[in-house]
């Protein structure tokens, strides 16, 4: 009877027990071996994202996942090209289908829990072949020259084995980055996902800080540049054109690097609030705790399945315009109308041809800095280029169904993120039942500690889902340097918030041995 009430998936752990993994440590792993490995495997990270798929020509390469580097912590090109993207697919696939049931493994069970991860895993395998084969056959062609010289070997298929290599590369990268989590996660300190995009971020914003490579007779980075005008232009200059341009213009105005610093700050405070509902001890007098209900309850995970959809739908839309030939969708305007290579938007590079200009796609398509909205609106004359041939009224529309869609669909993800996920009201009063404790003045009954967190967990899950879509969409607005995106300064806020505090947790368990083996056998 016990075999007949296991799940389904354990008929794939003959499978998923062959997958290379990283073993666990048996005794405790010292607190210095434990950054070793986090700072080993963050230059190991950054050498992968330095590392250029062999054989692929760049010049015709198209980035889908531009607008989702951020997020995705990878870099175009390179082995890094899918990011931790297929990892993430996977881990949330498998967390929805164990928070609705359809997965019926009890994750405080030893044997269920190696089964959840081995199938994650396993499916992780999987969406780096669904990511990876359209990507190849579709956007990353390789070079002229691979491909003649695959020819000789077999003539004929010297172009499909240049795809099938490039696959492997690519598959050989996302799982190297598999097995780099689990390093970090076993041996280091955190999540590496969680690392990886916050190193990813940080890069972004320090470049777009201090990069002094020239463009156009100019320093790129925010500081280099405004030292530039500063030391260059004279004062009848600067008062006539120059301010405005250190100010407000692209790449990396000086408001977008105040913006990215606010909204670094805004984060870091609403991190730190919390409502905590004082907890006691049914049998143990004395006992006391306090369950917090942070403000930003949802976490990030609203923006980032937004995103997501909204990069989806720029995918699609982009594929149908490609392809005319499709009935119904093939290149069709109110879809979504994409410019040509030979555009001059494009050859004057103020967009890219995944950039659309036209339809659904390009009203949900993200605001990328005051250039998308404030600065035509202020300088018809100079700007009016940025308005990729708009009426002013499509482009305040487009801002008022972005930030809705933003606003309105992260609210929707938080609400179904937390019933999915055991933090309702009805699944936190159980587990608070099943540790014992109480709030003090009510009767010790599920039913009544439900009503209670009834009064919090809708309203703050409501207020963070709102909240992260409103400080996303309002960093897009502003701009953040480097182009990191108002989404990846969020997510890199709270990874390094969480760092900093699990970095704590271990120097306080290592100076304290009574504490190690309390948080061991918890």
Same mark, same amino acid.
């Given at each position: 009877?016990?075999?007949?009430?296991?799940?389904?998936?354990?008929?794939?752990?003959?499978?998923?027990? *062959?997958?290379?993994?990283?073993? *666990?440590?048996?005794?405790?792993?010292?607190?210095?071996?434990?950054?070793?490995?986090?700072?080993?495997?963050?230059?190991?990270?950054?050498?992968?994202?330095?590392?250029? /798929?062999?054989?692929?020509?760049?010049?015709?390469?198209?980035?889908?996942?531009?607008?989702?580097?951020?997020?995705?912590?990878?870099?175009?090109?390179?082995?890094?090209?899918?990011?931790?993207?297929?990892? =993430?697919?996977?881990?949330?696939?498998?967390?929805?289908?164990?928070?609705?049931?359809?997965?019926?493994?009890?994750?405080?069970?030893?044997?269920?829990?190696?089964?959840?991860?081995?199938?994650?895993?396993?499916?992780?395998?999987?969406?780096?072949?669904?990511?990876?084969?359209?990507?190849?056959?579709?956007? #990353?062609?390789?070079?002229?020259? !691979?491909?003649?010289?695959?020819?000789?070997?077999?003539?004929?298929?010297?172009?499909?084995?240049?795809?099938?290599?490039?696959?492997?590369?690519?598959?050989?990268?996302?799982?190297?980055?598999?097995?780099?989590?689990?390093?970090?996660?076993?041996?280091?300190?955190?999540?590496?996902?969680?690392?990886?995009?916050?190193?990813?971020?940080?890069?972004?914003?320090?470049?777009?800080?201090?990069?002094? +490579?020239?463009?156009?007779?100019?320093?790129?980075?925010?500081?280099?540049?405004?030292?530039?005008?500063?030391?260059?232009?004279?004062?009848?200059?600067?008062?006539?054109?120059?301010?405005?341009?250190?100010?407000?213009?692209?790449?990396?105005?000086?408001?977008?690097?105040?913006?990215?610093?606010?909204?670094? #700050?805004?984060?870091?405070? =609403?991190?730190?609030?919390?409502?905590? %509902?004082?907890?006691?001890?049914?049998?143990?007098?004395?006992?006391?705790?306090?369950?917090?209900?942070?403000?930003?309850?949802?976490?990030?995970?609203?923006? /980032?399945?937004?995103?997501? =959809?909204?990069?989806?739908?720029?995918?699609?839309? %982009?594929?149908?315009?490609?392809?005319?030939?499709?009935?119904?969708?093939?290149?069709?305007?109110?879809?979504?109308?994409?410019?040509?290579?030979?555009?001059?938007?494009?050859?004057?590079?103020?967009?890219?041809?995944?950039?659309?200009?036209?339809?659904?796609?390009?009203?949900?398509?993200?605001?990328?800095?005051?250039?998308?909205?404030?600065?035509?609106?202020?300088?018809?004359?100079?700007?009016?280029?940025? #308005?990729?041939?708009?009426?002013?009224?499509? =482009?305040?529309?487009?801002?008022?169904?972005?930030?809705?869609?933003?606003?309105?669909?992260?609210?929707?993800?938080?609400?179904?993120?937390?019933?999915?996920?055991?933090?309702?009201?009805?699944?936190?009063? +159980?587990?608070?039942?099943?540790?014992?404790?109480?709030?003090?003045?009510?009767?010790?009954?599920?039913?009544? #500690?439900?009503?209670?967190?009834?009064?919090?967990?809708?309203?703050?899950?409501?207020?963070?889902?709102?909240?992260?879509?409103?400080?996303?969409?309002?960093?897009?607005?502003?701009?953040?340097?480097?182009?990191?995106?108002?989404?990846?300064?969020?997510?890199?806020?709270?990874?390094?918030?969480?760092?900093?505090?699990?970095?704590?947790?271990?120097?306080?368990?290592?100076?304290?041995?009574?504490?190690?083996?309390? !948080?061991?056998?918890?």
């Amino acid at each position: 009877m016990a075999e007949e009430r296991k799940s389904l998936l354990y008929k794939l752990k003959p499978v998923t027990d *062959r997958l290379p993994a990283v073993t *666990r440590p048996e005794g405790h792993v010292h607190f210095r071996t434990k950054m070793m490995w986090v700072l080993l495997i963050l230059v190991l990270y950054f050498v992968m994202t330095n590392i250029f /798929i062999y054989g692929l020509d760049k010049t015709q390469t198209i980035d889908f996942f531009s607008s989702l580097r951020a997020i995705m912590a990878g870099a175009q090109g390179s082995l890094m090209h899918l990011g931790i993207g297929p990892i =993430v697919t996977g881990s949330i696939i498998m967390q929805l289908f164990a928070g609705a049931k359809i997965i019926k493994l009890d994750l405080k069970d030893d044997e269920d829990k190696s089964v959840y991860q081995g199938t994650q895993k396993l499916l992780v395998i999987i969406m780096i072949f669904v990511e990876a084969i359209p990507q190849v056959f579709g956007f #990353l062609t390789p070079s002229a020259s !691979f491909t003649g010289g695959l020819e000789r070997f077999s003539p004929g298929n010297g172009h499909l084995l240049a795809q099938f290599i490039i696959i492997f590369q690519l598959f050989a990268g996302s799982y190297l980055v598999f097995l780099m989590d689990e390093v970090v996660s076993k041996w280091g300190i955190g999540s590496g996902i969680s690392l990886f995009i916050a190193a990813g971020v940080a890069q972004q914003i320090f470049t777009g800080t201090f990069n002094w +490579e020239v463009s156009q007779g100019v320093p790129t980075g925010t500081i280099p540049k405004t030292l530039f005008y500063l030391g260059n232009f004279r004062a009848d200059q600067l008062a006539s054109g120059g301010y405005e341009t250190i100010l407000l213009s692209n790449p990396n105005p000086v408001v977008a690097l105040v913006g990215t610093v606010i909204i670094f #700050l805004a984060v870091a405070y =609403v991190e730190s609030t919390r409502i905590e %509902l004082p907890l006691a001890h049914g049998a143990a007098r004395g006992a006391r705790g306090r369950y917090p209900i942070r403000l930003m309850y949802a976490s990030n995970i609203p923006i /980032i399945l937004v995103a997501a =959809v909204l990069a989806n739908v720029s995918m699609f839309s %982009l594929l149908f315009w490609q392809h005319p030939e499709w009935p119904l969708v093939g290149r069709q305007w109110w879809l979504g109308g994409y410019p040509s290579a030979s555009d001059p938007l494009v050859t004057g590079g103020l967009i890219q041809q995944t950039t659309p200009i036209s339809g659904a796609a390009y009203y949900l398509s993200s605001i990328n800095g005051l250039s998308d909205w404030l600065l035509p609106l202020l300088n018809p004359q100079r700007y009016g280029t940025y #308005l990729r041939g708009h009426a002013y009224w499509q =482009v305040a529309l487009h801002l008022c169904v972005w930030l809705s869609v933003m606003v309105g669909g992260s609210v929707m993800f938080a609400k179904f993120w937390i019933e999915t996920t055991n933090m309702g009201p009805e699944a936190v009063a +159980e587990q608070i039942e099943s540790s014992g404790m109480q709030i003090p003045g009510f009767r010790r009954d599920p039913r009544v #500690l439900k009503r209670v967190l009834e009064r919090y967990i809708p309203v703050v899950t409501v207020i963070s889902g709102a909240g992260v879509g409103a400080l996303a969409a309002v960093a897009d607005m502003i701009g953040t340097v480097g182009n990191a995106s108002g989404t990846g300064v969020l997510l890199a806020v709270g990874i390094i918030i969480q760092m900093y505090e699990a970095i704590g947790r271990e120097q306080m368990m290592e100076m304290h041995p009574v504490l190690r083996q309390f !948080f061991s056998s918890a």
